[in-house]
């Protein structure tokens, strides 16, 4: 097993994560190569998709790489992505600083993905807050991203 977890979507927010209760004493950059990022994985509103990654050879999807304290803390973040209804959490090789590290990712579940779907601004900004470990062609293309202008004031963080 390993002691990693790779965040790509709103838990790239280690705010968020705190506010989980996900226990972790180190945080870095990291890569899953030979994909890509997508907003495909239905969300409780309308429309509105949350992250997941799909095969794309040569193209790499950026995020967060936490080193967790133990098996209950991914039984905590089970939990949270509704795994393994939702998501399946597998472990992949990931590059970190050009050497690989296993960790384990969350990969939406094709009965729970849909096509056309857009994050809600709120969500967005949780990946936005990973910037410090993202390159700077990363984070500009989320940035871009085309999304709900949704940003509840009153959503808990840790939604």
């Known amino acids: 097993m390993t002691e990693f977890y790779f ?5 790239m927010n280690s705010e968020r994560m ?3 209760q996900v226990q972790f004493d ?4 990291g890569s899953l190569p030979n994909t890509a990022l997508k907003f495909n994985k239905r969300a409780p509103s309308a429309g509105s998709g949350h ?4 095969y794309a050879p040569g193209s790499r999807v950026e995020g967060v790489v936490y080193r967790v304290s133990g098996e209950p803390c991914m039984r905590a973040l089970d939990q ?3 795994a393994p209804r939702a998501y399946s959490r597998e472990i992949f090789w990931l590059s970190v600083e050009g050497k690989p590290l296993a960790a384990w990712v969350y990969i939406g579940n094709q009965a729970a993905l849909a096509e056309d779907l857009v994050p809600e ?3 967005l900004n949780h990946l936005l807050a990973g910037k410090q470990y993202l390159s700077a062609k990363y984070y500009q293309q989320l940035q871009t991203t085309h999304c709900l202008d949704i940003d509840p004031p009153d959503r ?4």
């Open 51 to 54: 992250a997941n990654v799909a």
């Open 80 to 82: 949270f992505e509704s």
């Open 18 to 20: 705190k506010a989980r």
């Open 121 to 123: 601004r709120w969500y």
């Open 26 to 29: 180190r945080c870095f950059a």
């Open 7 to 11: 965040a790509y979507g709103s838990n």
């Open 156 to 159: 808990p963080v840790h939604l």
